[in-house]
């Protein structure tokens, strides 16, 4: 989970968007987004809510999850 808070993280600044802004263009709690960038949320953050997070910083859920393929989506 340490690698998914790290990829969120870097997303996030790269897009300029406090944790508060990217939790509401997420739909999420705000203290969503902290448990998985300091890897304290027990878990795999639930699929939906990684769906989420990645179509908000608009890179692709795979790269955000498991760290594959490139953070810009194709075409960008």
């Known amino acids: 989970m ?3 808070g790290r990829r969120l993280r870097e997303a996030r600044l790269r897009r300029v968007m ?4 990217l939790a509401e263009a997420a739909g999420v709690q705000p ?3 902290s448990r998985i960038e ?3 949320g027990g878990g ?6 990684m769906q989420r997070l990645a ?3 608009d890179v692709p859920v795979a790269w ?3 760290g594959e ?4 989506k194709c075409g960008h």
């Not at 406090?18 to 802004?21: G, V």
């Open 2 to 4: 340490e690698e998914i």
């Open 18 to 21: 406090t944790q508060d802004q």
């Open 31 to 33: 203290v969503t987004i």
């Open 38 to 40: 300091n890897g304290k």
């Open 44 to 49: 795999m953050p639930r699929q939906t809510t």
């Open 55 to 57: 179509a908000a910083l």
């Open 64 to 66: 955000l999850v498991y």
């Open 69 to 72: 393929g490139r953070e810009e």
